[in-house]
């Protein structure tokens, strides 16, 4: 009996991985098929002017994009349906940036992986068929990783995404910077000169994780909650969505441009996010006593930095960055984990025809009432799908 019950438990995982192999699979013929046409011709460089490299980030992100789509038509597609129109608006809106966001991360991966592959390799040119298969295997990389966050994307995972893709763009904008002694300023001066488009772009693409973080934390407050708090949980979506618009508008407008608008963007960013933890520990019920320590620990790390910044000046302003953002994505990691921790697995459509003007929220918010926190019986870890439901 018990052997049989496991059984079933690991059948849907098996299919999952399987389907997700299968994709990588896919997605490796579609690189080296694309690769082939693209870079039909002479051997070309792996970085630089007619590079392998641009082209098998194109359509690496191309795959990636088309794979995260597909995987979340396959396995979330009738989540949406019993939702009223706003919620299910939200679930698209959030699909949608998810979409871009993973075709960013493929793209920005692989062209960082080829400028670090061209030190090791200088002067190395590749063939069509050489090309073609580099194409293949990021592509397959890429669609492996897509197709799984379709099947299942956890708020925390969006976090971690984050964090990648803002290293790996950064990074980036560091080995291309124009001025090799950038770091004696600030992290903006990586949005000049004839590389600043990776930089800037990665700040834009990161503001839309950052509010689409925001949504995702909105669900798992919702299941948490139901919709007796939705007034509650719409300003902790607002406020996530404000400071993804104002992280946005930091590359929108460069350093080169426009100072004093880069610069309104720069501390809105860092004023909207402390807005938007004090809502979300406001929201929550009862946050934990690791979590207060946690912020309060933030917090302090936070002033001690500008204390060595400004007056003792041990440290330069690219440094005060570098900590205040390690922090920031610290207690962000906590927080989603936190409150994914105390939401319930399934899906919750909202009781309300409208968000705003209905206070009707019968069959779901009494479900979600009586949903003991996850830690109590009956409850089950994870925050479940690809998909915001609230």
């Known amino acids: 009996m018990g052997h049989d019950t496991a059984d079933r438990e690991t059948q849907p995982a098996t299919r999952r991985e399987s389907q997700a192999i299968l994709a990588a699979w896919a997605s490796f013929g579609v690189g ?46 009738g989540e949406t349906v019993p939702m009223p129109p706003w919620q299910r608006a939200v679930s698209r809106a959030a699909t949608v940036a998810l979409t871009v966001a993973f075709a960013a991360v493929a793209y920005m991966g692989v062209i960082t992986g080829g400028e670090i592959l061209s030190l090791g390799l200088q002067g190395l040119e590749a063939p069509a068929i050489g090309g073609a298969l580099l194409t293949g295997i990021a592509s397959a990389a890429s669609g492996w990783l897509s197709y799984q966050a379709g099947v299942e994307l956890r708020t925390h995972d969006l976090a971690t995404l984050l964090f990648s893709y803002l290293t790996i763009g950064t990074l980036f904008a560091m080995i291309t910077a124009a001025d090799p002694r950038w770091w004696e300023r600030h992290f903006s001066e990586l949005g000049t000169g004839t590389g600043a488009w990776a930089f800037n772009g990665t700040l834009i693409v990161a503001g839309l994780l950052v509010a689409t973080i925001g949504a995702y934390l909105g669900r798992d407050l919702h299941r948490w909650l139901g ?37 309104i963007a720069a ?47 041990l440290i330069s302003i690219a440094g005060l960055e570098v900590i205040v953002v390690g922090i920031i994505f610290v207690w962000l990691t906590t927080l989603v984990r936190t409150v994914a921790a105390g939401a319930p697995q399934a899906s919750l459509p909202s009781g309300r025809p409208r968000l705003r003007g209905d206070r009707r929220a019968p069959a779901a918010t009494r479900w979600a009432e009586a949903v003991p926190p996850k830690g109590g019986s009956g409850s089950t870890s994870g925050d479940g799908d690809g998909k915001v439901d609230a």
């Open 32 to 77: 080296v098929l694309f690769g082939l046409v693209a870079l039909a011709g002479d051997p070309r460089p792996i970085t630089g002017e007619g590079s392998v490299t641009q082209p098998t980030a194109g359509i690496a992100a191309l795959v990636a994009a088309c794979a995260f789509v597909l995987s979340t038509l396959l396995h979330r597609r």
């Open 227 to 263: 919709d007796g708090a939705l007034r509650r949980i719409a300003a902790v979506v607002v406020l996530f969505a404000l400071t993804g618009a104002a992280l946005a508008g930091v590359g929108f407008f460069p350093v080169s441009g426009d100072r004093l608008v880069h610069s």
């Open 267 to 313: 501390f809105g960013t860092l004023g909207l996010f402390g807005a938007s933890a004090v809502a979300v520990l406001i929201v929550m019920p009862g946050p934990p006593r690791a979590m207060l320590l946690t912020t309060v620990g933030a917090g302090i790390g936070v002033v001690a930095a500008l204390l060595l910044w400004r007056p003792f000046a």
